[in-house]
């Protein structure tokens, strides 16, 4: 969906990324998702165990924890190269 609306939806998802990131908060109406229980296919139906949850989120938000998620493992792809390269020095 945000491929096919072009530059103009990757620069506002872009902006609200950075916003988020500045200010230290998410939109108030992301704070809150719907739980569904889907069944596993496997196990008695009867059981809680035999279900797993699914979030429904916002496409948005999906997206920006997907940009999160990747720039924190780039952060801690960094901290660990380095932690090596400091103790490959020792």
């Given amino acids: 969906m945000i491929q096919a609306t072009g530059d103009i939806e ?4 872009f902006d ?3 916003g988020i990131v500045k200010e230290g908060c998410i939109p108030e109406d992301w ?3 719907v739980v569904l229980p889907i069944y596993k296919g ?3 139906p009867m059981e809680c165990g035999s279900y797993r949850g699914i979030k429904l989120l916002e496409h948005a ?3 920006v924890e997907r940009i ?6 780039q952060q801690i792809e960094i901290v660990h190269t380095a932690t090596l390269e ?3 020095d020792n």
């Fill in 31 to 33: 704070k809150s998702s």
């Fill in 42 to 44: 496997k196990g008695d």
């Fill in 61 to 63: 938000m999906k997206v």
């Fill in 86 to 88: 400091i103790h490959a």
């Fill in 10 to 13: 990757i620069q506002w998802i």
């Fill in 68 to 73: 999160s998620v990747h720039r924190l493992r």
């Fill in 16 to 18: 609200l990324c950075n």
